[in-house]
């Protein structure tokens, strides 16, 4: 198979995380700008990383895709077989790829010496040696623009998006220096969640790297456990002890943030304010992709019986706000078909120059 993918690209790192925990015989092409032309033409989106399977077919979006993998490649074991630890790994791994998208990108574009080295990098990448400090500068004002300041990010929370990358340092630290993975002795999809983030922008950019190394040592050893593609025990040992402070943020911000967001696509508003436990963000962009997580997420807790939703309760705390939660249709599948074939387009296709900023 072959991986496109970007050496700087959040979910690219997660997905290769999973292919060498796997051992999956794999090539990576740097996906550049005529790359992702060829992704689109096959898979109708923009967007990396994707994978062009031996028979034609082609695999995106890293939380499925690595399912579809699972099922092919289903040792050593990612997916849990116990459907309460299933669904807390899955909620964490979907607060991980898009809650923290944010912070990501803020440490990413707002400090001047990254936003100067990032930009030029993806210049080069895309473009080639020529123009990379113009491009560049063009193209760290769009991210800031697009994934910030014209996304509820303003002044006044500025350094609540800042503070959030070093509370979920705080908290994994205090986790990983006690277990070598978030739930146990073993990776699980709750793990590669939070590589998206923690690897290629934490933990690879210079400034939340520095951060990383000095406040949270065990989570960068973790990170480098994690791209090894290290197995650990043949056991689960599932364990959520320390995880408190991240359910309360779930709770409190991430799953109201999901909910609000598919009442705006529902009444057609194209933004909306989130007042949260923690998080305010006054325009928010309403974003197609996070109604989808939130379907996902309702799809998963309709999947489990009373029993076994009050057994998760008891893990992460009250999920009242899942159990009167209502679907909201976006045109998106509530688990996306994989593979596809070449031509087959999803219901939304956006055309941007880099990828498609939101879809």
Known sequence: MLVYKSDISYFSGKVEAYLHLKGIPHEVRDTGYFGFLEIERATGVKKMPAIALPDGRWLYDSTWLIRWLEDEHPSPAVRLEDPVQEFVAFLIEDYGDEWLWRPAMWWRWVPPVAQRQVGRRIAREFFGPFFNGPIGAWFALRQRREWLYRDGVTRRNDGWVQQLYRDELATLNR?????????????????????????????????????????????????????????????????????????????????????????????????????????????????????????????????????????????????????????????????????????????????????????
């Not at 696509?265 to 928010?284: E, N, P, V, Y």
């Not at 799809?299 to 057994?311: D, F, K, P």
């Not at 074939?341 to 498609?356: D, E, F, S, W, Y």
């Open 175 to 359: 986790v990983l220096a006690n277990r070598p993975f978030v739930l146990g002795q073993r990776p699980t999809w709750a793990d590669f969640g939070y590589m998206g983030s923690m690897f290629r922008h934490f933990g690879c950019d210079d400034e939340p790297s520095e951060v990383m190394r000095r406040e949270a040592p065990a989570v960068y050893t973790w990170v480098a456990r994690m791209w090894e593609g290290a197995g650990g025990a043949p056991g689960v040992g599932f364990d959520t002890s320390g995880l408190d402070a991240l359910f309360a943020r779930i709770r409190g911000d991430y799953l109201p943030y999901l909910e609000q967001n598919a009442s705006a696509h529902d009444r057609g508003a194209k933004r909306f304010d989130l007042d949260g436990a923690t998080a305010t963000l006054r325009g928010s962009v309403t974003t197609t992709y996070r109604v989808h997580a939130w379907n996902a997420l309702l799809a998963q807790w309709a999947r489990l019986t009373s029993a076994q939703q009050h057994e998760v309760e008891r893990l992460v705390g009250d999920l009242g706000i899942l159990r009167g939660g209502a679907r909201v249709e976006c045109g998106l599948p509530d688990v996306c078909e994989l593979p596809v074939t070449p031509g087959t387009a999803p219901a939304i296709r956006v055309r941007t120059l880099l990828g498609q900023p939101r879809n």
